[in-house]
Nanobody, 127 residues
Framework: QVQLAESGGGSVQSGGSLKLSCAAFGYTSASYCMGWFRQAPGKEREGLAAIDRDGRTSYADFVKGRFTISQDYTKKMLYLQMNSLKPEDTALYYC?????????????????????WGQGTQVTVPS
């Protein structure tokens, strides 16, 4: 059973960068669809980016060109490089994984399709 743990959050000035990491424990040989989500207080959890079993990536329009998702299978790590951060990026950020063998597909942004979640890491961009 996969367990996920995020790190790398913090407070950064507007326009700055952060790189989030997600360690996957209990990884099996099956590849996973994995994604990054965030949730701000009083708002719905929203999908930011996903990386599919074949390495294809998907992004929400509001992060395209600013955020980059990547994965290191050897180290069992998932990353989210975030550049040009804005105050509206302030939220709790989560990594998530679908069931083994499941593809991301067109609904990669739907958080209910993911079955494994980390505890979250806070990102704050003061206005």
């Amino acid at each position: 059973q996969v367990q996920l743990a995020e790190s790398g959050g913090g407070s950064v000035q507007s326009g700055g960068s952060l790189k989030l990491s997600c360690a996957a424990f209990g990884y099996t040989s099956a590849s996973y669809c994995m994604g990054w989500f965030r949730q701000a207080p009083g708002k719905e959890r929203e999908g930011l980016a996903a990386i599919d079993r074949d390495g294809r990536t998907s992004y929400a329009d509001f992060v395209k060109g600013r955020f980059t998702i990547s994965q290191d299978y050897t180290k069992k790590m998932l990353y989210l490089q975030m550049n040009s951060l804005k105050p509206e990026d302030t939220a709790l950020y989560y990594c998530a994984a679908r069931n083994p063998g499941a593809w991301c597909s067109k609904d990669w942004h739907v958080w209910r399709e993911y079955t494994r979640w980390g505890q979250g890491t806070q990102v704050t961009v003061p206005s």
